[in-house]
């Protein structure tokens, strides 16, 4: 920090912090206060949901997205923890030898000297100068081990599990995983033969002065990863005997993988050979997240098959809304089409732009006169009130999902008995853990993971758009999942 100050580096920081948290806080300065809750505000509101509990997500819920979305950086954790864990045993173990060797000098001097007062003292300089172990070159990698298990902890532990809070997770587990990644292949890439260490001493590293057999080897890995991803994908989609193929077929192509790992530490170390096993599995996991993020980001954006994205407003509403201000200007030139809404919140900016729009409330009162053309409603106020369902006679009516949420009961939810419940009717996360040799549970896992199939009907609350036949073709039909009336 003394160096942050000395060099005003620190204070240019912090003034950009301070420019972007006011601007955005503030509302570009139209509301003072948001600089005060800006920060209490927030943490008090989130501080207060733990309560609440909204959406009642398990304690397990961040390693289930995390095992979906960041296999990368689990697995990198896991190396992290080991690298970690050696390094710590080798540090006591030169302790131990440092102590030894610190006892035995003083030994010596004792023996020399014939000084206890004098032994201590002279064994304190030695211990002190020659034998005094370096700062901890572990200190980092514990501070991002704690900062990422005390996330992970208090995150499960807090009472409001959302998807968006994962960044918080994700943001140590990355540092401690590029640490990890950039430990091992460090020592990975630095791995010389016996042979080239006695002809070149101080040359390159010897996996980057071999780039056709580094060549090689990410190629046969890319192939072996290829025919994976195509026959899973095949198998997957097969009852029975295709998915226990798929299985065997798995088996075989980790064995190739292991098989060339051997391969390529006889050929040269079994450094290079770990190494270049390691870099290829990050290469492919990587592909996998971008692969992710591409989907979620750009193909699913308002499709709830991803675990990411908790409650979305479904395709239909902007589509109906579009197709009624189309057949508004048709008929009008304008936005004067006389449209009812019921009291759903979300109908007032939908239907602002209409100057003929009016709100009904949950029940409607009369029948609609002739130059209304369109009622939108609720599915749960029809239920409450069929009647509503009866003013709505000349119309045709259509029933729509309005959000629609990932079915977690199917995906990843514990039942209380899934333990012994009948295999076929706990979740897919219960199901891999009872019995994950299964064939078809195997199937089900890849079509979710590669491709979000989730084998069930997405959860739903819905609302029904009535309109006159005339429009009845140019609303068209909808795009969600049927639901009976």
């Known amino acids: 920090?003394?160096?942050?100050?000395?060099?005003?580096?620190?204070?240019?920081?912090?003034?950009?912090?301070?420019?972007?948290?006011?601007?955005?806080f503030t509302a570009f300065f139209n509301n003072w206060l948001g600089v005060v809750t800006g920060t209490t505000g927030s943490v008090l509101y989130w501080l207060a949901q733990h309560d609440v509990k909204r959406g009642g997500q398990p304690g397990y819920y961040y390693a289930v997205l995390l095992a979906v979305y960041e296999p990368l950086l689990l697995a990198w954790f896991v190396a992290a923890l080991a690298l970690i864990g050696r390094g710590l045993w080798r540090q006591r173990a030169a302790r131990k030898a440092q102590n030894v060797k610190r006892k035995a000098l003083a030994a010596d001097d004792v023996a020399i000297h014939n000084g206890v007062a004098h032994s201590t003292e002279n064994g304190a300089d030695i211990g002190s100068s020659a034998f005094s172990l370096q700062p901890s070159a572990f200190a980092v990698p514990l501070v991002l081990l704690w900062w990422s298990l005390a996330t992970v902890a208090i995150y499960s532990w807090a009472g409001e599990k959302m998807p968006w809070l994962l960044i918080h997770l994700v943001l140590p587990l990355t540092l401690l995983g590029a640490w990890a990644c950039a430990r091992a292949l460090g020592w990975a890439l630095n791995a010389l033969t016996?042979?080239?260490?006695?002809?070149?001493?101080?040359?390159?590293?010897?996996i980057l002065a071999q780039p056709l057999s580094l060549g090689l080897f990410a190629g046969v890995l890319a192939v072996i990863g290829m025919l994976s991803f195509l026959f899973g994908g095949v198998t997957?989609?097969?009852?029975?005997?295709?998915?226990?193929?798929?299985?065997?077929?798995?088996?075989?192509?980790?064995?190739?993988v292991a098989l060339l790992t051997v391969a390529a530490g006889l050929r040269y170390s079994w450094r290079w050979g770990v190494g270049a096993l390691?870099?290829?599995?990050?290469l492919l996991l990587g592909a996998?997240?971008?692969?992710?993020?591409?989907?979620?980001?750009?193909?699913?954006?308002?499709t709830p098959r991803e675990m990411l994205i908790y409650t979305q407003t479904s395709p239909d509403v902007m589509r109906v809304v579009r197709n009624l201000e189309r057949a508004s200007r048709v008929r009008h030139n304008n936005l004067s089409m006389p449209v009812i809404y019921d009291n759903e919140?979300?109908?007032?900016?939908?239907?602002?732009?209409?100057t003929a729009a009016t709100e009904s409330g949950q029940v409607l009162s009369e029948r609609p006169g002739p130059e209304v053309q369109a009622v939108?409603?609720?599915?749960?106020?029809?239920?409450?009130?069929?009647?509503?369902l009866e003013m709505l006679q000349g119309f045709h009516v259509q029933r729509l999902p309005l959000?629609?949420?990932?079915?977690e009961d199917d995906i990843y939810r514990l039942r209380a008995d899934w333990r012994t419940a009948p295999v076929e009717q706990v979740s897919l996360l219960g199901r891999v853990l009872r019995d994950p040799l299964s064939g078809a549970t195997a199937a089900d896992l890849w079509q979710y993971l590669v491709y979000r199939n989730t084998k069930a009907p997405l959860g739903s609350s819905d609302f029904v758009i009535a309109v006159r036949p005339a429009l009845a073709e140019e609303i068209g039909l909808g795009t969600g999942a049927a639901r009976d009336q």
């Open 278 to 282: 390691a870099l290829g599995a990050t």
């Open 1 to 24: 920090f003394a160096s942050l100050l000395a060099n005003r580096r620190l204070l240019v920081a912090g003034a950009i912090f301070a420019a972007i948290y006011v601007a955005f």
């Open 236 to 256: 997957s989609n097969q009852a029975g005997g295709g998915a226990v193929s798929g299985l065997v077929l798995l088996g075989i192509l980790l064995l190739l």
């Open 288 to 302: 996998y997240t971008v692969r992710n993020s591409v989907r979620l980001s750009f193909l699913s954006g308002d």
């Open 403 to 407: 959000r629609w949420w990932l079915p």
């Open 376 to 388: 939108l409603m609720l599915q749960e106020n029809i239920d409450r009130s069929p009647a509503n």
């Open 194 to 206: 016996p042979q080239d260490q006695q002809a070149e001493a101080g040359t390159a590293p010897f």
């Open 345 to 354: 919140t979300v109908w007032s900016w939908y239907m602002r732009r209409f």
